[in-house]
């Protein structure tokens, strides 16, 4: 819950550059809780909206 801002933020950035494809490199993170599911669930609507293919690796 503490990082969402700075997720949010970032994640934001990218989508704005407008990329064709997104890749959410997930191999380092040891905990994904309810807030975090959100925020990908969002980035998920987000790139769907603007045409970009999201690739998240666990």
């Known amino acids: 819950m503490s990082t969402r801002p700075m997720l949010e933020a970032e994640l934001e950035r990218a989508v ?4 064709h494809r997104l890749v959410a490199d997930l191999t380092g993170v040891g905990f994904c809780g309810v807030t975090g599911m959100a925020t990908f669930s ?4 987000r790139c769907a909206d603007a045409g ?3 690739v998240v690796r666990p």
Request: hydrophobic share 45%; proline share 9%; aromatic share 0%.
């Open 16 to 19: 704005a550059e407008a990329p």
């Open 42 to 45: 969002r980035l998920r609507t």
């Open 52 to 54: 970009i293919e999201l």
